[in-house]
């Protein structure tokens, strides 16, 4: 059974780094792209970056490039979302993401459309102006 758990959210001022941890359990996601969603009150959920666990391959929406950073730790089965220059627009629910079949390929903007697999529950992030 896949299990993604999601911490490190909290409350920040603007500016503020956080490092968001997700502890992927169940099987080997070497095969897997794993990502990161949020979402805000009363918006749809939207898609943030995403990482190819085999490949190293990353893709990241044009707001958070140069602030957030993805990556993995095989050793630990851990998927990080180090987020740094925080926005109050940046304050969300943060949800770690696996998809299969995209483990060793490139990512592109495909993988925010796709129907991800399996889902953590969240961890609130929330930044102060």
């Known amino acids: 059974q896949v299990q993604l758990v999601e911490s490190g959210g909290g409350l920040v001022q603007a500016g503020d780094s956080l490092r968001l941890s997700c502890a992927a359990s169940?099987?080997?996601?070497?095969?897997?792209?794993m990502g990161w969603f949020r979402q805000a009150p009363g918006k749809e959920r939207e898609f943030v970056a995403a990482?190819?666990?085999?490949?190293?391959?990353?893709y990241y929406i044009d707001s958070v490039k140069r602030r957030f950073t993805i990556s993995t730790d095989d050793a630990e089965n851990m998927v990080y979302l180090q987020m740094n220059s925080l926005k109050p627009e940046d304050t969300a629910v943060y949800y770690c993401?696996?998809?299969?079949?995209?483990?060793?390929?490139?990512?592109?903007?495909?993988?925010?459309?796709?129907?991800?697999?399996?889902w953590g529950q969240g961890t609130q992030v929330t930044v102060s102006s």
């Open positions: 169940g099987r080997t996601f070497s095969s897997y792209a």
């Open positions: 993401a696996a998809l299969r079949g995209l483990g060793y390929r490139a990512l592109t903007s495909e993988v925010i459309v796709r129907d991800w697999d399996y």
């Open positions: 990482i190819s666990w085999g490949g190293s391959s990353t």
